[in-house]
């Protein structure tokens, strides 16, 4: 009778637990929907059930939205033409051949990406209102894949800033080097100064402004420490995503945030570096919160040569040219090489343009041959409409992933299918 009786308050205690644990689920659920200011990062159930007993995370505070910035940049971007305008002057134009591209599609949500290296913590999540996947940043160093730089190349990464204006502490600084790590490539160790080349850019952050510098090192001694460069009014970026773009042509160097030009250093790059590694920091808030998450890297290879290949050999083809996640919405930062193309363009008088529309193969054959047809429309549109090229030299068509230039089964391979021809007709 004693077994019996000790059997079926056991099971009242266990379908009582189990209550009180779905009452939380729906409480932190509950939460999750009326978060607002917060930052929210979807993970799976096992995630979120890891959350309840202390092993996982569901979210990162984010408080920037509280006091108005990332609303107030939502409705600047969405005003017509205003962020186009913005980058009228920004001239950073990508590698032609993509060399790396990663934006973690291929990763596990909540795993550290494979193909990197690291001393510390970082994990790959989903964040609210951006597409795609991020690499959020713990703390410690992190390793990008190893692949051989020649003396031209560009990089380009888009970076979530988690600051809040809000905050009283101070805010964490952003860094991330170019490495010639040869041997040690495959692993970290707090000896990087002792590497033969680096580039090691810094940012720090304030409430009026973002301070960066540059310091170069060739054959292990300083070979350029550049001023500190103050970016006034930067803390509207605070809560939103930057783009990041540099561009080394031998010993020149240039770097972008957004469409600010940074630098433009002529002799700041090592001549001998055989450049093969990035390396990015991450920290946390004073609150604990992770402040940065990285996505979208892109490394290219040489300088394109548009009006060669357009105008004499009667082909020029770009996977330069970005556009946002399964939409024909170009990207700001895309503005640079039309601008060049438009240029080209204008040179021969009277010349007649096909802008032909690629896609990767992830959805089905239908949807992406209207959407390339769409990309390529809209590249017209920015060529005619900001640039005035005449709307009768320029016809336009899509091909959808008929006709794939790399592997569909990696994300490198992807993003160079996801291209833009110009055909000379």
């Known amino acids: ?21 779905q009452g939380f689920l729906k409480r932190l659920g509950e939460k999750a929907a009326n978060a607002g200011s917060d930052l929210l990062i979807k993970k799976s159930t096992q995630k979120a059930e890891k959350a309840i007993d202390g092993n996982g995370s569901t979210k990162a505070k984010k408080d920037a939205a509280q006091d108005g ?24 134009i990508p590698g032609e051949k993509t060399l790396l591209y990663d934006n973690f599609e291929q990763d596990v949500i909540g795993e550290f990406p494979l193909k990197w290296f690291t001393t510390g913590s970082a994990e790959i999540v989903k964040l609210d ?42 805010f964490p600084g952003f860094q991330f080097e170019v490495f010639d790590r040869g041997d040690r490539a495959k692993r970290l160790d707090v000896y990087n100064y002792a590497l033969k080349n680096i580039l090691y ?83 946390k808030t004073k609150e604990g919160y992770p402040a940065f998450y990285l996505s979208n890297l892109r490394i290219g290879a040489g300088q394109p040569d548009t009006r060669s290949k357009l105008l004499e050999q009667g082909r020029f083809v770009t996977n330069g040219i970005l556009f946002d996640t399964n939409s024909d919405k170009i990207k700001p930062e895309s503005f640079g090489l039309i601008k060049e193309i438009a240029a080209a363009i204008k ?10 529309g690629h896609t990767d193969n992830e959805g089905s054959e239908e949807t ?32 959808g992933a008929s006709e794939p230039v790399g592997s569909n089964s990696t994300a490198s391979g992807k ?10 007709i």
């Open 347 to 356: 040179e021969s008088s009277g010349i007649k343009i096909k802008i032909v």
């Open 1 to 21: 009778m004693f077994k019996k009786l000790f059997l079926v308050v056991l099971v009242i205690q266990a379908m009582t637990l189990s209550a009180r644990s």
């Open 129 to 170: 209102g951006q597409q795609g996947k991020w690499l959020q940043f713990n703390s410690g160093q992190f390793l990008s894949p190893t692949i051989k730089l020649p003396e031209n190349f560009t990089v380009e990464f888009d970076v979530f800033l988690n600051l809040s204006l809000n905050s009283s502490a101070v």
């Open 201 to 283: 850019f810094s940012t720090s952050f304030s409430r009026e402004k973002a301070t960066v510098s540059l310091d170069s090192r060739e054959n292990a001694k300083q070979k350029l420490k550049s001023d500190k460069i103050f970016l006034t009014g930067f803390q509207s970026n605070y809560g939103s995503v930057i783009h990041v773009a540099i561009a080394i042509q031998k010993e020149r160097l240039r770097l972008w945030y957004n469409a600010d030009k940074v630098l433009d250093v002529p002799t700041a790059v090592a001549t001998a570096a055989n450049f093969n590694q990035l390396l990015f920091s991450g920290a």
């Open 415 to 424: 993003a160079e299918n996801r291209r833009v021809e110009f055909v000379k």
């Open 69 to 92: 910035t990332k609303g107030e940049k939502a409705s600047e971007s969405s005003k017509s033409g205003k962020l186009a305008a913005s980058y009228t002057k920004f001239d950073f």
């Open 368 to 399: 992406n041959l209207a959407l390339s047809k769409k990309r390529a429309a809209s590249v017209k549109k920015v060529l005619t409409e900001e640039f005035g090229i005449d709307d009768g030299q320029i016809v336009t068509d899509g091909k």
